[in-house]
C-alpha cells in the first residue's frame, strides 16, 4: 500500500527538523536564494519579451522604410508626369521647348529652394539649447514662452491731409517698424538679430 504524503500539521511534523521547527524555518540563506531565483526568472522573462518586442519592432521599421520608399519613388514619377505635361502645354501653346524646359526647372528649382528654407527653420529646433543649458545649471537664460503680444493701436495719422505724400511715409514708416519687430521676435528664425 502507497502511504498519501502528509498535509496540514502532519506535514509540519514531517518536515521538523531537530527541536521541533520546520526544516525551513532555519533556513533564510535558502529562502534568499529561491527568492533571488524567482526574481532573476522574472527579469530574465522580461528581457526576452523585450528582445522579442524590439525584433518586432526592426521588422516593421524596416518595412516601413521599404514602403516609404516606394510610395516616394511614386510620387516622384507622378511629379514628373506632371511636369512634363505642363511643359507639353506651354509647347501646345506656341512656346519654344527650350523655354518651356526652363520654366520647369526654374518652378522645380524654386519649391527645392523654398523646401530647403522650410528645412533651415525646423534645424534650429534640433539643438536642445533649452536642456543643455538646463543640464549645465544655467537657468537664467532659459527661454521662456514669449510674453504676450499686446493689440497695436492704429498709428496715429499725421495732422493734415490723410492723403498726403507724408502720411504714406508715415504709414509705411509704422508697417516697417512692426514687420522689423515681428521678424526679431520670431522663434523659428535662425539668423542672429
Known sequence: MIDAPATGAAADVAAAGPGGQPSWA??????????LADLLAVVRERFHLLALEGTLFVQAAGALLALGVVAALLVLTAWFVVVAALIALLVHLGLPIAAALLIGAVANLGGAWAAWLAMRRQLSRMTFSASLQALQGDTTSVPRSPPPVPAESPPAMPAGDPSSPSADVARASTAARATTSAMR????DPTPH
Open 26 to 35: 532555519g533556513s533564510w540563506v535558502s529562502l534568499g536564494r529561491l527568492l
Open 185 to 188: 521676435d520670431d522663434p523659428l
